[in-house]
């Protein structure tokens, strides 16, 4: 129950502060819930506004019961069975939300814009990113940024230059 109060709080701190010009009425809202809260743990959500003023909610589902997750899953998580990135939509600023198909194989994710794509960049023990360029509904097969050494990392800012 913390950590899905934890989530929502974080998600409904990063809506508030984003919105300055005041078309948004905050109110906590559950996005992602664990399916087994003793074992299936919720890590690093992450948040962008896509296009179109839609939300898109990353969270990395890990713990030692992720194989509850399904696959795919990460080589490498915080246990044996692996991490599981899902993706949660919003079109009417944080009213209501939606979980995508989405099922990305890494863990500790930032999601960021840059041109006309959503990118979200992530590891498994390797450094890796994924590409949407529907507006978070599907991502790419994510693709090998840095191999070795073995990678590690967190949440993290992602620095635009020149709009790229």
């Not at 992450?46 to 939300?55: M, N």
């Not at 915080?78 to 194989?105: C, F, H, M």
């Not at 840059?114 to 790419?140: P, V």
Request: glycine share 10%; net charge negative; hydrophobic share 40%.
């Amino acid at each position: 129950m913390k950590i899905k109060r934890l989530f929502s709080l974080f998600v409904l701190c990063l809506i508030c502060s984003d919105m300055a010009w005041g078309q948004f009425v905050a109110s906590e809202k559950v996005i992602a819930e664990s399916p087994d809260a003793a074992s299936v743990y919720l890590y690093t959500p992450a948040i962008v506004e896509g296009f179109d003023g839609r939300f898109v909610v990353a969270v990395d589902y890990g713990g030692p019961g992720s194989a509850l997750m399904g696959e795919p899953r990460s080589d490498f998580g915080d246990y044996k069975s692996g991490n599981q990135i899902r993706v949660y939509l919003s079109d009417d600023r944080g009213g209501t939300w939606r979980e995508t198909e989405a099922r990305i194989p890494m863990m500790h994710e930032i999601l960021f814009r840059a041109g006309k794509s959503l990118y979200m960049i992530g590891h498994s023990g390797r450094l890796l990113i994924t590409r949407s360029d529907d507006n978070g509904e599907t991502w790419s097969t994510p693709a090998v940024l840095c191999a070795n050494p073995r990678w590690h990392q967190s949440c993290c800012s992602v620095d635009i230059h020149n709009g790229m």
